[in-house]
DNA sequence: ACACCTTCGTTCGAATTTGAACAACAGGAG
DNA sequence: CTCCTGTTGTTCAAATTCGAACGAAGGTGT
């Protein structure tokens, strides 16, 4: 009986945020990877590797980085830059600073791959998530979770 | 030029809640699966069966509805009750009022399963979601969320 | 220069996930 | 009853993911 031992369970405000927050996630990861695969052929990581690329200044970025912007082992990125190596999207140069660094860097080809995905992708993420939610709603849920993550990011290090 | 053409992209508080989304998501089920792994030897998905097997009414649900609960595939559900039938945490009995149907039961090994490693799962969901929210932030994020998840059951059927 | 600890990216094997194909059955229309 | 369509759960091959182990190199203090 004591609160001590007892773990406090969750309330059910605070289980419906924790249970919209999985079913959503899942929910909408799903059909976003359907869509871009149907679309472009992409998956979901695929892309978002692109994205980060080309929002890098100048279209590469180191391999940690870019498995800590995509918070994914370096395993598997290793893994999906192959494929998009294979597939001319990306390139991978050697680091001049560095001999054992790896640099990742987006071609003309996955450039256009991106700019031929991106419309789609942007366009079903509006439908099902942003213009569900009223304006003070994504703020607020961009602040929360933004919270979250910087929590969550503090815990690595 | 047009806006008709040119598809219309997230301006920043849009990206800043698209992208803590993602974030947040990818970065709390690695933290919960490493830490469910590490505690019970389960992983998330498992856990989360138990979870919806315990529950329903007598601890039991038919596949499909056990997997339209936990948005995964059909296929994927057949292979963690299999791994879960293994463990003995879990039982698979026939439907009586359809012969194709297969009910997923939790033994009473299970159950104990399930009591051992609740605490602790719970315990991390409120320090690294609950916990960093306010009230208002949390029943914003559960209204918001249970309409996004809304709108994706929606377009399944 | 030396030892020491950390970081980098890859490789490896094992575990998991997925969609398509499948056989068996349910449920209704005629 | 008899088609016909939809559902159910599984199997299968292929793709993906992860963590641990690894060789190689950076960086620091002495």
Not at 77 to 97: F, K, M, N, W
Not at 134 to 145: F, I, K, P, S, Y
Request: hydrophobic share 40%; charged share 25%.
């Amino acid at each position: 009986m004591s609160p001590l031992n007892e773990p406090r369970w969750l309330d059910p405000d605070e289980a419906a945020a924790w249970r919209g927050f999985v079913v959503a996630s899942n929910l909408l990861n799903r059909r976003l990877e359907r869509q871009l695969k149907e679309d472009s052929g992409l998956s979901h990581q695929q892309y978002e590797i692109l994205v980060h690329l080309s929002a890098a200044p100048d279209g590469s970025l180191r391999m940690t980085e870019l498995a800590d912007k995509l918070v994914t082992s370096k395993s598997g990125l290793t893994y999906q830059v192959t494929q998009l190596e294979r597939a001319g999207l990306v390139a991978r140069r050697s680091c001049p600073s560095d001999v054992r660094g790896v640099i990742a860097e987006l071609t003309e080809q996955g450039r256009e791959a991106l700019r031929q995905a991106a419309p789609g992708h942007v366009a079903l993420v509006r439908e099902l998530l942003i213009d569900v939610l009223t304006r003070e709603q994504l703020t607020v849920l961009a602040e929360g979770l933004g919270a979250v993550s910087a929590r969550l990011r503090l815990e690595d290090a």
